[in-house]
């Protein structure tokens, strides 16, 4: 099991875009809404090539090693979910207890979501081409949450201690910080979150950060 992707709604697309892709992610797919129709525009299209059309992004991708984000065009940033890469039988195991736990499961061809109470997601991707081979992985997300039980509910959902996941309290949900390896330096992208890249991973603790 492994951490790989988080995805947001946003009112900055491109310039979200322009962040990811400064920091050495590629653009695997950009999906538009036209006329209640999905339209692709992926690369080499450029935003010189659509910008004037106005387009409402539903879905942009980006890659980088094993971290795959994901971002659409929403009214103002809403950290979303969070996805995990799983083999069939943790696929399974993490369906039966979100079951128990009374939590929504929706299965469909390409990935599982399971709905918490906390207006957040959890995707699990079994598919290994979700993300790409190389340098770039997760190491770990600081959440804000108003709601204590968060935690402690994730961690029953997971039978496990979230020790790539810390958790702090915040006014509402939010994705406050990302440490990735494979990635130098720290800055904050369009929708406040803080990006730090780690050196190896050296020194990395679940208190660490700069929240």
């Known amino acids: 099991m492994k951490l790989f992707h988080y995805h947001f709604w946003t009112d900055r697309v491109e310039e979200t875009e322009s962040y990811y892709r400064r920091l050495g992610f ?15 525009y ?3 299209l450029e935003w010189d090539d659509f910008r004037e059309n106005a387009l409402i ?16 065009a929403g009214k103002k940033p809403i950290f979303d979910h969070i996805g995990y890469l799983v083999t069939d039988e943790e696929l399974k195991q993490l369906c039966n207890r979100a079951d128990v736990m ?6 469909g061809a390409r990935r599982t979501f399971i709905y918490t109470p906390y207006r957040f997601k959890v995707e699990l991707q079994t598919r290994k081409d979700a ?19 968060f935690e402690r509910e994730l961690e029953r959902l997971f039978h496990r201690e979230m020790e ?21 330096g720290s800055s904050k992208d369009p929708n406040k979150v803080i990006v730090t890249g780690l050196n190896g991973g050296k020194g990395l603790s679940k208190k660490s950060g700069s929240c």
């Not at 009374?102 to 299965?107: I, L």
Request: charged share 25%; no cysteine; aromatic share 8%.
């Open 164 to 184: 790539e996941i810390s958790f702090v309290q915040g006014a509402q949900l939010h994705l406050q910080e990302v440490f990735m390896e494979g990635v130098e």
């Open 102 to 107: 009374g939590w929504k499961t929706e299965a």
């Open 57 to 72: 992004f539903r879905i942009i991708e980006v890659r980088k090693g094993n971290i795959n984000i994901t971002f659409g």
């Open 42 to 44: 992926h690369p080499p």
């Open 131 to 149: 993300v790409y081979e190389g340098d770039g992985s997760l190491a770990r997300l600081v959440i804000a949450s108003p709601d204590e039980a």
């Open 26 to 40: 590629q653009v695997e797919g950009r999906y538009a809404m036209e006329k209640g129709t999905v339209t692709p």
